[in-house]
């Protein structure tokens, strides 16, 4: 199986860092293309007044290959889509979102664009939230 993982909090975030390490242990191929900074709250807006770069990232343990994107969620899935992989994923999963996506917010969340953009292209996607404000109540980063 080949998966795209992307999110809306970055790929830096803890969420994606954990998907990541846990699709691994599941899947042949895993791909990262996520924005380079916290991109929440941006809808389903694409890049139009630039160009977008992607650059390769490594990671420090597993077997995942990255790019960070200087562009939006849906930017990131559609470049992942169209120019970074040589063929389509089985699977896109976006997330995983720290704080709800519920209700009206879906309208508004890069997350949920992400996966929406896939199923634009034809491709089966998830959008993965959490719902909790801070990361150390899953475990990823004990509390200051």
Do not use: Q
Not at 13 to 28: H, S
Not at 101 to 129: F, Q, R
């Amino acid at each position: 199986m080949r998966i795209l993982i992307s999110n809306d909090d970055g790929i830096y975030a803890d969420g994606i860092g954990e998907l990541r390490k846990a699709l691994e242990t599941v899947a042949e191929e895993v791909y990262v293309v996520a924005p380079d900074r916290e991109r929440s709250a941006c809808g389903h807006g694409i890049t139009v007044t630039h160009p977008i770069r992607a650059k390769i990232h490594k990671f420090k343990s597993g077997k995942a290959k990255g790019w960070v994107v200087d562009g939006t969620p849906a930017d990131c899935v559609k470049l992942g889509l169209e120019a970074i992989l040589d063929n389509p994923p089985d699977l896109v999963v976006s997330g995983i979102n720290l704080g709800p996506n519920l209700g009206t917010d879906v309208m508004y969340s890069g997350t949920v664009s992400a996966a929406v953009e896939a199923v634009i292209n034809h491709v089966p996607a998830i959008a993965v939230s959490l719902a909790a404000w801070e990361t150390w109540i899953i475990g990823l980063r004990p509390p200051l």
